[in-house]
């Protein structure tokens, strides 16, 4: 019996053993060493060199920082890399925290690490404020969500290390137009610097402390991959980063088990240049300190489907369709959306000269709620690419922020038909077969509609008054199809929508902007 209780005792001291206990905050002292655990190549975990240079309290809401120098690997060259975010630090064995925030051109490695004990907290859903979100999406993402957290130590300005996103598939000139927000929102975009892997199989029990990860954004023909890397694992339960991704809060996004290809040390931001290999889980919690997830979870992503075709153009490939999958969230689906039909412009027409996109296709919800049409064309001599992204993401994002939980994208299919010319007519004269009238007789109007090259395209339109219509005059406003969504939904876009499928039926109500309108009223 006595051997019985040895042999017990010596298994339950390995399992302790094995799940390393944290250090608080409280205990540590300047001068004290530790380690720290990153991915310097390929998979491999290696261990770098930590001293604690001291503590910065109250740097946040009741949280603090702690200051270290790292050094050892290749640290001596690239000093603390994008990447790095999360890699955990011991001492004596136990979890202090993950390196999380960096001196911006510092000549040393020196890091501020994020301690453990607050990381844990994003699972407490009361100890952590509700993300911010906005009232009406307006394209430019960076004002609706936070972007990165400094400190001031000193005289300098510690900051935290920016993501790196990699974007495989799109165009350069993607990169350059979002790069502005993108960067406002603490991330580094990429592109051509990540291996562009497809994750494929499964790398949920080859995930330790210590390894690189990527969020998919997107995934398939397009794909968007921000890197970081694992501080702890509880079970199936996983924690990575040290400060927030977006800070959209709850979330499900996937993530892969990544591998670094090589390291690129720069004069203002060392980083890691890394690919996706293996599909490891989901993250399910992007708060201000840490990113939460599940090891083996499956995301819930949203299809998308972009198809293009030139007219007009002889020689040009007549269909190119991209097929994707994006994360599913009120802010981020109608942001990539965005990127992704710009993306898709861009590679095959022109930024600059006269150009028309005519844009149809539809967004699909769970349950029993009618798609939402999307139908418009935008023409123009500069920047219509832009032009279109914006308008198709716009309705996207005031629906899904609508606050209606039906509402949830199930697939989004569009179809652009790319024109080398621009096709626009103005309403140049408006006049009516007669100026008075009488109760059942029929008036007509003649609409000139002029263009480019001296076209002119006459339209007659026949009204026939209704019987027993009052005496008085009767107004005739012809006008483009902005001017009548505004005159005609003025009163629905001040009021709340009373339900999902009330707001769905306003949307698909709006007038394309294909045709000229005439609108019949009275004072």
């Given at each position: 019996?006595?051997?019985?209780?040895?042999?017990?005792?010596?298994?339950?001291?390995?399992?302790?053993?094995?799940?390393?206990?944290?250090?608080?905050?409280?205990?540590?002292?300047?001068?004290?060493?530790?380690?720290?655990?990153?991915?310097?190549?390929?998979?491999?975990?290696?261990?770098?060199?930590?001293?604690?240079?001291?503590?910065?309290?109250?740097?946040?809401?009741?949280?603090?920082?702690?200051?270290?120098?790292?050094?050892?690997?290749?640290?001596?060259?690239?000093?603390?890399?994008?990447?790095?975010?999360?890699?955990?630090?011991?001492?004596?064995?136990?979890?202090?925290?993950?390196?999380?925030?960096?001196?911006?051109?510092?000549?040393?490695?020196?890091?501020?690490?994020?301690?453990?004990?607050?990381?844990?907290?994003?699972?407490?859903?009361?100890?952590?404020?509700?993300?911010?979100?906005?009232?009406?999406?307006?394209?430019?993402?960076?004002?609706?969500?936070?972007?990165?957290?400094?400190?001031?130590?000193?005289?300098?300005?510690?900051?935290?290390?920016?993501?790196?996103?990699?974007?495989?598939?799109?165009?350069?000139?993607?990169?350059?137009?979002?790069?502005?927000?993108?960067?406002?929102?603490?991330?580094?975009?990429?592109?051509?610097?990540?291996?562009?892997?497809?994750?494929?199989?499964?790398?949920?029990?080859?995930?330790?402390?210590?390894?690189?990860?990527?969020?998919?954004?997107?995934?398939?023909?397009?794909?968007?991959?921000?890197?970081?890397?694992?501080?702890?694992?509880?079970?199936?339960?996983?924690?990575?980063?040290?400060?927030?991704?977006?800070?959209?809060?709850?979330?499900?996004?996937?993530?892969?088990?990544?591998?670094?290809?090589?390291?690129?040390?720069?004069?203002?931001?060392?980083?890691?240049?890394?690919?996706?290999?293996?599909?490891?889980?989901?993250?399910?919690?992007?708060?201000?300190?840490?990113?939460?997830?599940?090891?083996?979870?499956?995301?819930?992503?949203?299809?998308?489907?972009?198809?293009?075709?030139?007219?007009?153009?002889?020689?040009?490939?007549?269909?190119?369709?991209?097929?994707?999958?994006?994360?599913?969230?009120?802010?981020?689906?109608?942001?990539?959306?965005?990127?992704?039909?710009?993306?898709?412009?861009?590679?095959?027409?022109?930024?600059?000269?006269?150009?028309?996109?005519?844009?149809?296709?539809?967004?699909?919800?769970?349950?029993?709620?009618?798609p939402m049409k999307l139908d418009n064309t935008f023409a123009g001599d500069m920047n219509v690419p832009a032009q279109a992204a914006m308008a198709m993401a716009v309705p996207v994002s005031y629906v899904l922020q609508s606050g209606f939980e039906a509402l949830?994208?199930?697939?989004?299919?569009?179809?652009?038909?790319?024109?080398?010319?621009?096709?626009?007519?103005?309403?140049?004269?408006?006049?009516?077969?007669?100026?008075?009238?009488r109760p059942g007789d029929t008036i007509e109007l003649t609409l000139v509609l002029t263009g480019e090259n001296g076209q002119e395209i006459t339209r007659k339109i026949p009204y026939r008054i209704p019987i027993g219509a009052r005496p008085g005059p009767m107004?005739?406003?012809?006008?483009?199809?902005?001017?009548?969504?505004?005159?005609?939904?003025?009163?629905?876009?001040?009021?709340?929508?009373?339900?999902?499928?009330?707001?769905?039926?306003?949307?698909?109500?709006?007038?394309?902007?294909?045709?000229?309108?005439?609108?019949?009223?009275?004072?």
């Amino acid at each position: 019996m006595e051997l019985v209780r040895l042999i017990c005792s010596l298994l339950l001291a390995g399992v302790v053993y094995a799940q390393p206990g944290f250090f608080p905050v409280r205990d540590l002292r300047a001068g004290m060493r530790g380690v720290g655990k990153t991915v310097f190549s390929g998979t491999n975990i290696e261990e770098f060199q930590v001293e604690i240079l001291g503590v910065l309290e109250n740097v946040g809401p009741k949280q603090s920082l702690i200051l270290g120098r790292l050094s050892g690997g290749p640290l001596e060259k690239t000093g603390v890399m994008q990447g790095m975010s999360g890699s955990p630090v011991y001492i004596d064995g136990r979890l202090v925290g993950a390196v999380a925030m960096a001196f911006a051109f510092s000549k040393e490695p020196i890091a501020g690490i994020r301690p453990i004990q607050e990381m844990l907290a994003i699972d407490e859903p009361a100890s952590m404020p509700p993300p911010r979100r906005a009232a009406l999406w307006d394209g430019q993402i960076s004002k609706n969500l936070p972007g990165p957290a400094e400190v001031l130590a000193g005289g300098g300005r510690m900051v935290e290390i920016a993501t790196p996103v990699s974007f495989a598939g799109f165009t350069k000139n993607t990169i350059e137009h979002f790069g502005p927000q993108l960067r406002a929102l603490g991330l580094e975009p990429m592109q051509g610097m990540s291996g562009a892997g497809k994750a494929q199989g499964s790398a949920a029990g080859a995930i330790r402390p210590g390894s690189m990860i990527t969020a998919q954004l997107i995934t398939g023909d397009l794909s968007i991959g921000a890197d970081g890397t694992v501080t702890h694992i509880d079970g199936n339960r996983m924690w990575a980063f040290g400060h927030r991704f977006l800070s959209i809060g709850p979330t499900d996004m996937p993530f892969a088990r990544s591998e670094v290809l090589t390291l690129l040390p720069n004069l203002s931001t060392s980083f890691k240049i890394s690919a996706a290999r293996e599909w490891a889980g989901a993250i399910t919690q992007d708060r201000s300190v840490a990113v939460g997830g599940e090891l083996g979870r499956h995301a819930t992503m949203l299809p998308v489907s972009i198809a293009i075709a030139r007219r007009g153009v002889k020689g040009a490939e007549p269909r190119a369709t991209y097929s994707m999958n994006m994360v599913r969230d009120r802010i981020l689906s109608p942001f990539l959306l965005q990127m992704a039909v710009f993306s898709a412009i861009d590679v095959t027409e022109q930024a600059l000269g006269e150009s028309t996109f005519a844009i149809t296709g539809h967004v699909e919800f769970e349950g029993n709620v009618a798609p939402m049409k999307l139908d418009n064309t935008f023409a123009g001599d500069m920047n219509v690419p832009a032009q279109a992204a914006m308008a198709m993401a716009v309705p996207v994002s005031y629906v899904l922020q609508s606050g209606f939980e039906a509402l949830r994208p199930k697939r989004v299919e569009i179809s652009i038909e790319a024109f080398p010319s621009k096709r626009t007519l103005q309403i140049d004269q408006v006049w009516p077969s007669q100026r008075e009238a009488r109760p059942g007789d029929t008036i007509e109007l003649t609409l000139v509609l002029t263009g480019e090259n001296g076209q002119e395209i006459t339209r007659k339109i026949p009204y026939r008054i209704p019987i027993g219509a009052r005496p008085g005059p009767m107004q005739f406003t012809a006008a483009d199809a902005m001017t009548i969504n505004l005159t005609e939904f003025r009163q629905m876009l001040t009021q709340a929508p009373k339900s999902a499928a009330q707001l769905v039926a306003m949307m698909n109500a709006m007038r394309a902007n294909t045709k000229a309108y005439v609108r019949v009223w009275r004072t």
